[in-house]
Structures are given as C-alpha cells and as structure tokens.
DNA sequence: CCTTGAAGCTACAGTCACTGTAGGGATTAG
DNA sequence: CTAATCCCTACAGTGACTGTAGCTTCAAGG
C-alpha cells in the first residue's frame, strides 16, 4: 500500500549501513548490490530494499563472513521456500573458523607473554624477546607456522 | 674459525624455514633480506647467516608481526648493545593486538552459537540463520563493526 | 536566477603479505 | 647428451576495501 517511495542517496543508505560511500560502489560492482536506479544526473538512488539489502551485507560482514559467504546467504535470502540447510552449514563452517582462529590467537598470546615475562629489560643481546624470534626452541610448544592477525 | 660457506640454494633455505620459494624472493626484494650473493649462472647462494634472518622472520611472522614491526625487530637484533625497550615494546603492542582480536572473535563465536542454536532447520523464511543477518537486534550485545578474520 | 559548498560521479592506484603463472635458463644425475 | 628438477625475471591476482584526482550534480541561501 505504501507506494510512496522515500528514496536515499549513497551517502545516506552508506551512514545508516555503517558504510564508507565507495564501498557500496564496490558491492555493486561486484553484483552484491544490484545497479542502483539514478537520477537524470546520474547519482545513484537507494529505497528500503536496497537499504536493507546493504544492512544484510554489512551484518554478515561485520560477523566475519568472506563476501562469497554474504553472496551465497543473500541468494538463500532471496528464496525463503528452500530448506534451510545451506544457511546453517554456511553459519557452521564460519563458527568453525572462528573457534580456529581463536585456538590459534590463544596460542599466540601464550607466547607473547611468555616472551615479556622472561625480559629483563636489559641490553638487546640478552632480551628474551629477540633470543625467542632467533631460536624457536625458547617457545613452549605452539606450531605458530600460520601467519598474520 | 669455521670458513668453509656451506652454500644453500634459494629452495634449500626457503624449506628450511617453511617458506616458500617466492617468498624468500619477496623478502629481498623489500629490503628484509640482504640481496643474496649469486652463482656464475645468477642463481641465488644463501649461508648459514642468512638461513637464520630467514628463520627469524618466519618465526616474527608466525607470531602475527606485520613485516613492518619485523623490519624493525631485524634492526634491532643488528644492535646488541642497545637497550632492549623497543623490542619489548613492539612485542607489547603485538600482545595486545592479538588480546583484542580474541576479544572480538570470541564475542563472533557467541553471535554465531547462539544463531545456530536457535534455527528450527526450517524454510529459509523462519531461518534464525537469516533472520539474525537481516535484524542486528536479535543479537545478544556485540557491535561486531569490524569486519574479517 | 545565481552562487556556493557539500556530496556525488568515474577511473585508477594502493594496501598487506604473499601466491601463482608464463616463458625461459641453470644445474645435476644417469 | 639428455631429461628432470630446479632456478630466473616479470607481472598479475588475491580479499575487501580505501584513498585520490579531477570532474559534475544538487540543494539551499541571497
Ligand atoms: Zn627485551
Ligand atoms: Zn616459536
Ligand atoms: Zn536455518
Ligand atoms: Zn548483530
């Protein structure tokens, strides 16, 4: 009943997503976003769906879903009569990499501070910290070959 | 008293520390590594030295330093008389980037549970999977704005 | 109607730390 | 001598944006 269509601009659908402008770009060029309807001057319009469509991303996103995940989940979204089996795998797969990469930052931060602790703060030669980057051996047993935060 | 340079291919060195081939390459090509001395045909020869900054950095890497603090961590290591305040202050920030990407993930995982958790496994229309994506306030309290993993 | 300033447009380069590929040359064991 | 394996350079691609330059459009005030 509500044909009145209160339509926004990029900048507005971007704050109210949390969203830089060029991101939304991005996602449209990438087809998460369809092409947004344009002015005579060719500014981009944005309506209810499409502001929610962006939340929807922003979410996903915000929860550490990669964008192939977010495209898949969007395309579920857009079918509500399918079973729901591939969302919840897709949500399981991600819960497991997180508990992964926690496993893997705890270990971390063991050795970091087992490295600080050990530091008396005296001359480079004797700072535990670079003697532990030198010598593996000084660590206490995590792997640590997986890089980057 | 030990001159005999037990010279290593590219190949070599890169297994020894778990990295790849290309990334040895890269190494030098950023400055970390020193340009390797080469054979008469211009393959590269590395000794024992240099296996050991190769180690170093892997071992900076694995621990989540970006290439940058690892730079300044090899500088460092250069200078063993100097005292060892930045090393463990490089160390200290390192700590604490990986204690608030725990923080952050582990609130992921208790967003994640607690989707998975309630979806029925149902149709996609009564998805708590998708409902959740579509309406941050079912959420328990986390902001999760920033985004990755 | 005209001006001004904010916001929008495209196109492209840069980020981080690699990884992969194409198209060749070097080395070594048989 | 040949075949297999390694190595070389140079460059493109990854993920998910972010920043910049140089322009155009829009809304509001005078
Ligand atoms: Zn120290
Ligand atoms: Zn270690
Ligand atoms: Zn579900
Ligand atoms: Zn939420």
Redo the contacts with the bound molecule.
Sequence with gaps: MDKTENWM????VARSAG?????V??YEEIGLLPP?P???????LYDEVARKRLAFIRHA?GLGF???AVRELLRLADHPEAPCDEADLIAARQLEAVEQRIAQLLSLRHELGRMLDHCQGDRVARCRVIETLADHSLCAEAEHLG??L
Tied chains: 1, 2.
């Design positions: 601009t990029i900048g507005q969203a830089k402008v060029q991101t770009r991005y947004a344009r002015t005579a001057g060719g500014q981009r996103r990669p964008l192939e890089a980057g």
